[in-house]
């Protein structure tokens, strides 16, 4: 069960409520992905209650029964389509249509650009705030055309991106939702919203100027702003960006309006690279790539794939990262600024949790040539420059990683030293947690555990979020494994719930 999902038991009770009253399948999959979190393509499974290894023998069993060939085609594979991480090939589309009596927009895996005037309904389905709570209920309502009085969008689709900004506006005021299916539902929706957009002029130089203001804004905000309600107030701004795109606009304009798009899904992925929900991070990194893309500035396409580079780092694969980097630094053409330092930083960061020391030291000392060579002006506090602070996290990590505990002291004393006593950020943190895992490199075991839970503890609880504890669990995984049962080790692991099985 991917992170935001409801329960099997959610979808139990849409297919029992489904049975009570004779809906078609097609109906309780929309309640299911409305409600649970889901892709459409793991939603037509639920719906009719099949396991991932059912859906895989169903599959199978179509395809020998109407000779249509073996598929190719795992419970492996299908997790990752339904999950978002992967595309099922164009034939496997079309066999996963004939399994599901559907096609592939109804699967998810298309988009719908009909007009929609052949008066057919939308379902609006009024879920409990958690699965198994509360009441439900359903309100269909016909769709009258494509156009409508919200801003070249349809009714059914102004009605859905008020309720999502109602839902916004409900967490940034402290009404104690949670990140749960319904909330990621509404942020994936409005990521799907713009992609749309970006695909098609009526924007002044003012509106321009106001909004880079406005970006400029949440990026000195993003540093010292929890994730989640800083999630809110850029996803709320991205679907005001995405109404203004929604034509295509004077080259020039277009321009400023990709770059600002493009800033916003930056954010908003490290936000959710953050708050742990990897499948989200990864699409609104992809939806900033087509931004800046669309930009053809090299520094901007380069900053994107930098930034998107920390995401396998903490919760994937390490040649990722490298491959993200080096692509980041070609794009710009190594040219001296803060994408290309950021990115040599990152690659010399995850070669040296690769073992592989010649080429971190090398990387390091190409970010910090480039770093020397950058304009530091103006660029303070604010999020994505390539500041002296974020420089020296980095090394504090490389050479972390590299067991030069004693380099790594003087870079992470020298870097907390950066940051003001009450800085509520988790840079310092992590900083902390790389110092934590110096000491059990010095086979201080006992230190590294009580460093770890004050630089944990002191943490304010909104700012402990997936990626700091990913790291705890690190420091846990750094620990020799027959020494892992030392009375310290667990008392961490048990008082911030670390489960470092599997990794």
């Given amino acids: 069960m991917a992170r935001g999902e409801h329960t099997p038991a959610c979808s139990r009770q849409w297919r029992d409520r489904a049975a009570a009253e004779r809906w078609t ?30 859906a895989v023998e169903e599959l199978l069993d179509l395809c020998e029964r109407e000779q249509l060939g073996r598929p190719k085609v795992s419970e492996d594979l299908l997790n990752v389509w339904e999950n978002g991480r992967g595309r099922p090939r164009p034939e496997t589309i079309d066999l996963l249509a004939r399994l599901y009596r559907a096609n592939a927009v109804r699967l998810g895996l298309a ?44 009714p059914e689709e102004g009605l859905d991106e008020m309720e999502r900004r109602a839902l916004f506006h409900q967490v940034l005021a402290g009404a104690g ?39 400029l804004r949440y990026r000195r905000d993003y540093l010292r702003t929890p994730p989640l309600p800083m999630l809110c107030q850029l996803v709320l701004e991205f679907a005001d960006v995405r109404n203004l795109a929604a034509q295509r606009q004077p080259a020039a304009i277009q321009r400023r309006l990709s770059r600002v798009t493009a800033l916003l899904a930056v954010l908003s992925a490290d936000a959710l690279m953050k708050l742990g929900d990897t ?19 090299p520094r901007l396409r380069a900053l994107v794939r930098a930034q998107e580079a920390m995401l396998p ?30 990115a040599a930083a990152a690659e010399a960061r995850a070669l040296a949790r690769q073992g592989n020391r010649e080429a971190a030291e090398t990387a390091m000392r190409e970010a910090q040539r480039i770093f020397s060579q950058t304009d530091p002006s103006g660029q303070d506090h604010i999020a994505f420059a390539f500041t002296e602070q974020r420089l020296l996290f980095y090394l504090s990590g490389t050479l972390t990683y590299l067991g030069e505990s004693r380099r790594a002291a003087a870079v992470q004393q020298q870097a907390l030293a950066s940051y003001p006593p009450d800085a509520a950020s988790i840079d310092p943190a992590l900083i902390r947690l790389d110092q ?8 201080a075991i006992v230190d590294a555990c009580q460093l770890a839970a004050h630089a944990l503890q002191d943490l304010p609880a909104e700012h402990r979020t997936p990626i700091v504890l990913t790291r705890a669990r690190d420091l846990v995984l750094a620990v020799p494994p027959a020494r892992r049962d030392l009375k310290a080790v667990r008392q961490f692991r048990e008082a911030f719930a670390l489960d470092t099985a599997g990794r």
């Avoid at 309780?28 to 037509?44: D, N």
């Avoid at 749309?196 to 321009?208: C, K, P």
């Avoid at 934590?436 to 086979?443: E, F, G, M, P, S």
């Fill in 25 to 54: 399948t097609w109906r309780t999959t929309q309640a299911i992905h409305a409600c649970c979190g889901v892709s459409l393509l793991k939603a037509h499974r639920l719906a009719r209650g099949w396991t991932v290894r059912e």
């Fill in 111 to 154: 988009e719908d650009y009909t007009d929609d005037e052949d008066g057919a309904e939308r379902l609006v389905l009024v879920a409990p705030t958690e699965p198994g709570t509360g009441t439900t209920g359903t309100v269909s309502y016909p769709a009258t055309g494509p156009r409508g009085a919200y801003g070249g969008a349809s």
């Fill in 177 to 215: 939702l949670t990140l749960g299916g319904r909330f990621l539902a509404a942020v994936e929706k409005t990521r799907q919203d713009m992609d749309r957009t970006l695909a098609t002029g009526t924007v002044t130089e003012d509106q321009m100027d106001r909004l880079e203001e406005t970006v």
């Fill in 279 to 297: 499948r989200q991070a990864r699409a609104w990194y992809a939806t900033a790539r087509t931004a800046a893309d669309d930009t053809s500035d």
């Fill in 313 to 342: 780092y903490y919760y994937g694969s390490l040649d990722e990262t490298v491959r993200l980097a080096a692509e980041a630094r070609a794009l710009a053409r190594n040219l001296p600024c803060s994408a290309t330092a950021l």
């Fill in 436 to 443: 934590a895992i110096c000491l059990v490199h010095d086979d």
